[in-house]
């Protein structure tokens, strides 16, 4: 049963436009989704998270987006920028338990 | 914000051969540390939860005799992958929780992985 799904392997964005990335789950009881972004051979690092009981959390270009009717949360990257081509996941997350990670999607911004 | 340093990052070893990788929380304590194994198409999967003085949590798949975890401390957990074969060779992601984050929304940080090389 995979908690935690990302549906789209891979996107291409033109660097200055809205990177959308979207995530799924079946798991009512996380406390918090998370993103993190990752380079090959590198471990990943976290980029933003939301709370269960909130819709949405900005910091910067990124801002995450929570519905909790539809168990869908998403990742808005604007403008996007080269530097932002990496692998990100998406996690669900509950305080005494483990973190459930999506598959990731492979993000490509190309100039 | 919090490290988690593991070592070595790169270790090529010998077939049945075993080898130790280290995780260490530079500055936290950490009550669970979690190891992943990272596949080719990019999943990260997770092998096991291990807390400090207790036995490792394997997920279903993973062979406990295989893929040994200590968490002997707070700031260190070890995975032993014990007979190694080529197809072990992987990127190790460990990762641990920060004890007292509490409600910051991110309370697990990541290592840097290490890469295995089985030949």
């Known amino acids: 049963d995979q908690q935690v799904k990302q549906n789209s392997p891979s996107l291409s964005v033109q660097e200055g436009r809205i990177s959308i990335l979207n995530c799924d789950y079946t798991?009512?009881?996380?406390?918090?989704f998370l993103w993190y972004k990752k380079y090959p051979a590198e471990g990943p690092t976290f980029l933003i998270s939301?709370?269960?009981?909130?819709d949405k959390n900005e910091d910067g270009r990124f801002t995450v987006f929570l519905n909790k009717s539809a168990k869908h949360l998403s990742l808005h990257i604007v403008p996007s920028q080269p530097g932002d081509s990496a692998v990100y996941f998406c996690?669900?997350?509950?305080?005494?338990?483990?973190?459930?990670f999506g598959t990731g999607t492979r993000l490509q911004v190309f100039p | 914000g919090a490290v988690v340093s593991q070592h070595p990052s790169r270790v090529i070893c010998k077939s049945g051969t075993s080898v130790k990788i280290e995780c260490r929380s530079l500055?936290?304590?950490?009550?669970?540390m979690f190891w992943y194994r990272q596949f080719p198409k990019q999943s990260l999967m997770l092998m096991a939860t291990?807390?400090?003085?207790?036995?490792?949590?394997?997920e279903q798949g993973v062979e406990k005799d295989k893929f040994l975890i200590n968490h002997a401390s707070l700031t260190l957990s070890t995975l032993t992958v014990t007979s190694a074969h080529p197809e072990d060779s992987s990127f190790y992601i460990c990762?641990?929780?920060?004890?007292?984050?509490?409600?910051?929304?991110?309370?697990?940080?990541f290592g840097e992985g290490s890469w295995l090389t089985v030949v």
């Open positions: 291990s807390n400090e003085g207790s036995k490792a949590t394997y």
């Open positions: 990762s641990a929780r920060d004890r007292e984050g509490k409600n910051s929304g991110n309370t697990i940080y």
């Open positions: 798991n009512s009881m996380f406390d918090y």
């Open positions: 939301i709370s269960s009981i909130k």
């Open positions: 996690a669900g997350d509950r305080n005494t338990d483990k973190l459930i």
């Open positions: 500055d936290f304590q950490a009550t669970t």
